[in-house]
């Protein structure tokens, strides 16, 4: 174990190598110590690499296939939303008027955000729409129904 600590295998992975490498390399092979020992270095840097981009493209992949998951779950709601807008007011649309890929493009966090935010504010915005719509109703009712002559013709003279 010390003979392994005086290479310094600790000191390769930091990206730096003892001249013990070399010391060890032309024990067993004479006069090309340094040589050997750089290319076996090269060798372990590689070999390094690659298994840590083969885990990263793993990880990015499964990532990738998470994000996708919550993105399907998340699109009925957003369709949901998106389907009320010709109910909402005027005024009220605002929150809806960004086209629906750029609200399917963002990040799944901003998405959820996004939902949370606007399934309130359309909540809101229905019952307006529905209060507005109870007094028309009411005032036409009234107006309906308040006519003073009833033998009047109905339109103009």
């Not at 032309?26 to 885990?55: H, M, S």
């Not at 779950?73 to 010709?86: G, H, M, S, V, W």
């Not at 229905?126 to 007094?135: E, H, K, M, V, Y």
């Not at 009234?142 to 109905?154: C, E, G, K, V, Y």
């Amino acid at each position: 174990m010390n003979h392994q600590h005086e290479i310094g295998w600790q000191q390769i992975l930091k990206g730096r190598w003892s001249t013990t490498w070399v010391t060890q390399y032309d024990q067993i092979y004479p006069g090309q110590g340094e040589k050997i020992a750089t290319k076996q270095l090269q060798a372990i840097w590689r070999a390094t690499i690659d298994v840590w981009k083969t885990r990263c493209d793993k990880h990015h992949e499964s990532l990738q296939q998470s994000n996708e998951q919550a993105i399907n779950q998340l699109t009925p709601k957003i369709l949901a939303l998106y389907d009320t807008k010709e109910r909402l007011d005027a005024i009220d649309r605002r929150v809806l008027d960004q086209p629906i890929n750029s609200t399917l493009n963002m990040p799944v966090k901003q998405i959820k955000d996004w939902i949370r935010r606007t399934e309130s504010f359309v909540k809101q915005g229905l019952q307006r729409a529905r209060q507005r719509i109870q007094l028309n109703t009411q005032t036409i009712t009234l107006l309906s129904t308040s006519t003073p002559n009833s033998n009047m013709p109905h339109g103009p003279a």
